[in-house]
């Protein structure tokens, strides 16, 4: 059974470990190399300071995290953010990205966020059909703007209105 709720520090080691398949075997995410533990603790303690940071839990287990962020470290960018969803990769397509990205929107519904936005590699790994699934719009394509084990990368702009 799929649950939500925010995330707790204890749960930074599984958070990593999903992460880590994406950084290691994907262009999903830009790093290199896995974070430390202790650099995804301080990663969730800055955004989560602000923001919502939720996980996914299936039969007890993190099965997927999501967090909204600083869209533009200006004051101006206020009422927008960027969201940041991973799942693990045994428990894609099972609904715990849908149950994520749901809630965090419920979740900023009380805030002054009305913009989110999305960067996803493009095009391929199946989050451009997620993303639009939730209700995003590619707004641009940036060209071959990243580069990860020999091979460009283009990063589509995605955006969700949620209030206007």
Do not use: Q
């Amino acid at each position: 059974m799929l649950s939500i709720r925010k995330a707790l520090p204890e749960d930074i080691g599984r958070i990593r470990e999903i992460y880590s398949y994406y950084v290691e075997n994907t262009a999903v995410s830009f790093e290199f190399e896995t974070p430390s533990k202790s650099e995804m603790e301080r990663r969730y303690c800055e955004i989560s300071e602000n923001y919502p940071y939720l996980v996914a839990l299936s039969d007890g287990i993190v099965s997927g995290y999501a967090y909204a962020h600083s869209f533009i470290d200006r004051a101006a960018y206020k009422i927008s953010a960027e969201v940041t969803i991973y799942v693990d990769k045994s428990s894609t397509g099972l609904g715990a990205g849908k149950m994520l990205y749901k809630e965090l929107e419920k979740e900023l519904e009380s805030t002054d966020i009305r913009n989110l936005y999305a960067l996803v590699t493009y095009p391929g790994w199946g989050s451009i059909e997620f993303h639009k699934k939730m209700g995003y719009r590619i707004k641009g394509i940036m060209d071959n703007c990243g580069i990860k084990n020999g091979r460009y990368y283009s990063v589509a702009y995605m955006e969700k209105i949620i209030k206007k």
